[in-house]
């Protein structure tokens, strides 16, 4: 792709962003900040984790998004009998006596991890090794996943019998944790009139892997201001409770506070958002805008809050 300067690939970036919007559209009804956060995190080269009851149309999301990107898709649905070869492959004897690696389902460029906390810790960990080293490993060879590599998964916030809930630290390997809310009644009006008279959406091609590739590394290089870089930091610093930085609601209702990685992701989620929007540098508003969903799972809050019925939006809230 040749742009003049990096400002003319923003400005096409932000078409080709509101291009891709408009094509999910077409299938998706609502969600509109679900589709963003989606799509942030693709361009950020993040992995995202949704929370919400079922029949919301993830599945439906992700795969509209792995069509109009015109990327690879696989969705996996966790069990508690799933094993870590049934993602990521296994050696087999062939016919020449000789093992051969057969490709699990993790090797495409879209993967929905459908319903993460219903697998045991062991299988969870497999899924989540490949997605910080964009590789897996079997029989001690190590294989690269495709580029680019994304990874959404779900969880269903009510029925909790018999999961396996994701700790702090894997929960840390998502840029993003989306909430999906029921729609409208509009909203719901038009899904169903959508989806019940036989009409099928006709979807166009945005992008291919390759253009994604050369947006995520962009994104990378969009500069950021002093007092930006700063003030995404001390952000995050303030959810330590009593630590330097901490407010007094943090050192009330906070038992741990986010890491560094969600320092990295506030700022890559802010050059993100800009770059959506067709600004050439992020601003304090951009690093707000992303800031709930990159901290919201890396805060532990701790009775007082749930006895005052605080939750970690309402706290983060507070650090603005």
Same mark, same amino acid.
């Given at each position: ?7 003319d690939?923003i ?12 094509? =999910?559209?077409?299938v $998706?009804? /609502?969600? @509109?900040?679900?589709? *963003? ?5 693709? !361009? +950020? %080269?993040?992995h ?23 990327l ?13 070869s049934?993602? =990521?492959g296994?050696? $087999?004897? /062939?016919e @020449?006596?000789?093992? *051969? ?5 993790? !090797? +495409? %460029? ?5 319903e ?8 969870q960990?497999a899924l ?14 190590t ?8 990874v959404l ?6 029925e909790q ?10 929960l ?15 909203e ?11 009409k099928?959406?006709d ?16 994104i ?15 952000l995050?610093v ?5 630590t330097q930085?901490?407010?007094d609601?943090v ?11 969600a ?8 050059k ?12 304090i ?10 901290l ?17 939006e309402d706290?983060i809230?507070m650090?603005?």
């Amino acid at each position: 792709m040749n742009y003049q300067s990096d400002a003319d690939a923003i400005d096409a970036f932000s078409k080709v962003y509101d291009e891709i919007r408009k094509e =999910i559209s077409k299938v $998706i009804v /609502g969600q @509109d900040e679900v589709v *963003k956060s989606v799509l942030i995190s693709v !361009f +950020s %080269n993040g992995h995202c984790l949704l929370v919400g009851v079922p029949g919301l149309a993830k599945t439906l999301l992700v795969q509209t998004v792995a069509n109009v990107l015109d990327l690879s898709f696989n969705r996996i649905q966790f069990t508690p009998d799933l094993m870590p070869s049934d993602i =990521i492959g296994s050696e $087999i004897l /062939g016919e @020449d006596r000789h093992f *051969k690696f057969i490709r699990g389902p993790i !090797f +495409s %460029n879209i993967i929905l991890a459908d319903e993460i906390n219903r697998t045991p810790p062991k299988t969870q960990a497999a899924l989540l090794e490949a997605m910080q080293e964009k590789s897996v490993t079997a029989a001690g060879i190590t294989h690269a996943l495709p580029k680019p590599f994304f990874v959404l998964a779900t969880q269903n916030p009510i029925e909790q019998e018999g999961t396996y809930p994701l700790p702090e630290a894997q929960l840390d390997r998502f840029m993003f944790n989306v909430d999906l809310g029921y729609p409208s009644f509009e909203e719901e009006l038009n899904i169903v009139k959508n989806t019940t008279s036989g009409k099928v959406a006709d979807l166009k091609r945005i992008l291919n892997a390759n253009q994604i590739s050369y947006f995520q590394e962009l994104i990378k290089k969009i500069p950021v201001s002093s007092h930006v870089l700063e003030y995404a930091v001390k952000l995050v610093v303030k959810t330590r409770p009593q630590t330097q930085y901490a407010t007094d609601a943090v050192n009330k209702y906070l038992s741990w506070g986010a890491g560094p990685r969600a320092s990295q992701f506030l700022v890559i989620g802010a050059k993100c958002h800009a770059a959506i929007h067709g600004k050439y540098s992020p601003d304090i508003e951009d690093v707000q805008a992303v800031a709930t969903a990159i901290l919201k799972h890396r805060i532990v809050r701790n009775y007082k809050a749930e006895a005052d019925a605080l939750s970690a939006e309402d706290i983060i809230a507070m650090l603005f």
